[in-house]
């Protein structure tokens, strides 16, 4: 007899402000600073997380998004993992394709299995990467663009190999300082016609290519390293984003952004804030 396989749903992000429908997320109940991987992580090292208060504010973050009407599946998290809070970068969604990444730090590397797991088990189907190493973080989608961060994290190799499996997507490679650690810590796209950028961290030549296409709301210093551009589109000009930033929330409130503040100050201790902790699954 043949066993029929009912696959839940099929994955399908087109870009990064689409209404979002489904993401996963992963408690941080095992966060902690164990190896300085990232800037901010160094700057935070001895005073470490309080896990608690993460913890919190990530329910905060999970029953804001359930109001909001968008399905959160929660991974399960693994002690031998402290960085599991952010699973924008053990996966991405490319149109109807969703990749599993490929960690570059070993700190880090192991994390993907949770996420695996829960795919075979919910028969969703998805690509795994072979060549190189990339982190979600590194990867934007904008409808018959992808952006893909060249800094460390992810490398030559496997934007190469995504260029030969996408070759329907028009791939464009930004490099920036490894510091800065993924390109979401610099620029994030909210619409199709505007984005939020540091400036300082590319070149001429991309910001040209990156102003032809959007109206570029630049971020200071000093909201970089507080993750200004690492907000999370959730759709219909709606905007969660931190408290910390209020010239950024102004400035998005007085182009007709909706902005919901939700404070994730423990988190983003370890280097990332909400797009870093959100993987959707679906948008649209």
């Known amino acids: 007899m043949n066993q029929t396989i009912v696959q839940t749903f099929r994955p399908d992000c087109r870009s990064e402000y689409a209404p979002l429908k489904q993401v996963i997320l992963c408690p941080p109940r095992f966060l902690e600073i164990r190896e300085v991987i990232n800037r901010t992580q ?4 001895d005073e470490n997380i309080d896990r608690e208060k993460a913890q919190q504010q990530h329910q905060h973050l999970v029953d804001i ?14 002690p031998r993992f402290s960085e599991q809070v952010f ?18 730090k070993p700190i880090r590397q192991g994390e993907e299995k949770r996420l695996t797991g829960w795919l075979q088990k919910e028969n969703i189907p998805f690509s795994q990467i072979t ?5 979600g973080g590194d ?13 460390g994290r992810t490398s030559q190799k496997a934007i190469a190999a995504l260029r030969r499996d996408l070759p329907h997507l028009n791939v464009i490679s930004l490099g920036f300082p490894e510091k800065y650690l993924h390109l979401d810590c610099l ?20 910001l040209h290519r990156l102003a032809s296409r959007y109206s570029l ?14 907000v999370l589109s959730v759709g219909n000009r709606t905007i969660i984003s931190q408290p910390v930033n209020p010239r950024v929330n102004e400035e998005l409130r007085r182009r007709g952004f909706t902005v919901i503040e939700v404070d994730l100050s423990e988190i983003t201790k370890s280097g990332g804030a909400f797009r870093c902790c959100t993987l959707p699954l679906r948008r649209g």
């Not at 160094?42 to 090292?45: D, E, L, P, S, V």
């Not at 060549?131 to 982190?135: A, D, K, L, P, Q």
């Not at 994030?188 to 590319?202: Q, V």
């Open 65 to 78: 998004l359930g109001k909001l009407g968008v399905k959160v599946i929660l991974l399960d998290p693994d």
């Open 131 to 135: 060549e190189g190493s990339i982190e």
């Open 217 to 230: 709301i630049e971020v200071s210093e000093e909201e970089q390293f507080r993750l200004g551009t690492n």
């Open 87 to 104: 699973t924008r970068d053990i996966g991405f969604t490319v149109g109807p394709r969703l990749y599993i990444s490929r960690m570059e």
């Open 139 to 151: 990867v934007l989608i904008d409808g018959d663009t992808l952006y893909i961060g060249d800094s």
């Open 42 to 45: 160094r700057h935070f090292a």
């Open 187 to 206: 620029f994030n796209p909210l619409s199709s016609r505007e984005a939020l950028i540091y400036t300082h961290a590319f070149t001429d030549s991309d």
